[in-house]
């Protein structure tokens, strides 16, 4: 059973930057693809950023694109988003995700049926 546990979040002005960071525990972190999401009130939780498990392949949706970068340290079985250029309506609780699908283009669209373990989450709060 993997544990995630996501830190970094907080309130920021508008334009300011951010660092998530998400450790796993309890599993292969090497061998999983990972997942940032985020849900605001009153919507579905949608796709942020997804990476391989090697690290070589990272994915954005066009909404965060330039702004925010995914990375990952499998020797501290860590995954990061750097986000910058932060605006009001990033505004929401992110959560990363582990996938053992690593191989199935859905993950790495974001496709949340993809991914079996998910951590809290942490509030990103963006004010103007």
């Known amino acids: 059973q993997v544990q995630l546990v996501e830190s970094g979040g907080g309130l920021v002005q508008a334009g300011g930057s951010l660092r998530l960071s998400c450790a796993a525990s309890?599993?292969?972190?090497?061998?999983?693809?990972m997942g940032w999401f985020r849900q605001a009130p009153g919507k579905e939780r949608e796709f942020v950023s997804t990476?391989?498990?090697?690290?070589?392949?990272?994915y954005y949706p066009n909404s965060v694109k330039g702004r925010f970068t995914i990375s990952r340290d499998n020797a501290k079985n860590t995954v990061y988003l750097q986000m910058n250029s932060l605006k009001p309506e990033d505004t929401a609780v992110y959560y990363c995700a582990a996938s053992t699908n690593k191989y199935s283009t859905g993950t790495y669209r974001g496709d949340l049926g993809q991914y079996s373990y998910w951590g809290q989450g942490t509030q990103v709060t963006v004010s103007s």
């Open positions: 309890g599993g292969t972190f090497s061998s999983y693809a």
């Open positions: 990476i391989s498990w090697t690290g070589t392949s990272t």
